[in-house]
């Protein structure tokens, strides 16, 4: 598994929010098809052939949003949401397999970042990237998609 320390630039981003329990989590997958038969009604959307995830979790439960990203936060519809993510140095990776071997990349990616001394940063979202030229492949199931997690500093 290949990790990497990156600093990302700010993000502005517009899409649906979702927040339950991890039991609950199985209805984000329907997410993704909502946002695409919904994304023409973005305004300012940019061309970067991304969807883009942030969340946060909490002990008990999480929050999830399928954004795309825009170039400036204007007439959000109805549903959704708009808003900026600042820029922020994050460890990241890519999972690649089944929606059931997520949580051992996740495990991974903690454990590397322990090993290495990074701290991760609970009060900054954390960033999953569905690049346009997956998609077919992750709605098979097939999932590939990077995975970045906040750091609160940036070691060399």
Known sequence: MSIKVVEKDELKV?????????????????????ME???EEVSCLTSEPVVIAPFHSRETELTYYVTKPVG???????????FSIPRKNYVCTTHKGSLNEVENTYRQLL?????YGY????????????KEEHMQ???SGDLYFEICLPVKTYKL
């Open 14 to 34: 517009v899409g649906i929010p979702w927040t339950g329990t991890f039991s609950e989590a199985k209805s984000i997958p329907g997410l993704f098809r909502k």
């Open 37 to 39: 038969d919904r994304k």
């Open 72 to 82: 400036e936060i204007e007439n959000v519809p109805d549903g959704m949401v708009g």
């Open 111 to 115: 454990t590397w970042m322990k090993e």
């Open 119 to 130: 701290e991760q940063d609970y009060h900054a979202l954390g960033l999953e990237i569905f």
């Open 137 to 139: 492949q992750n709605s």
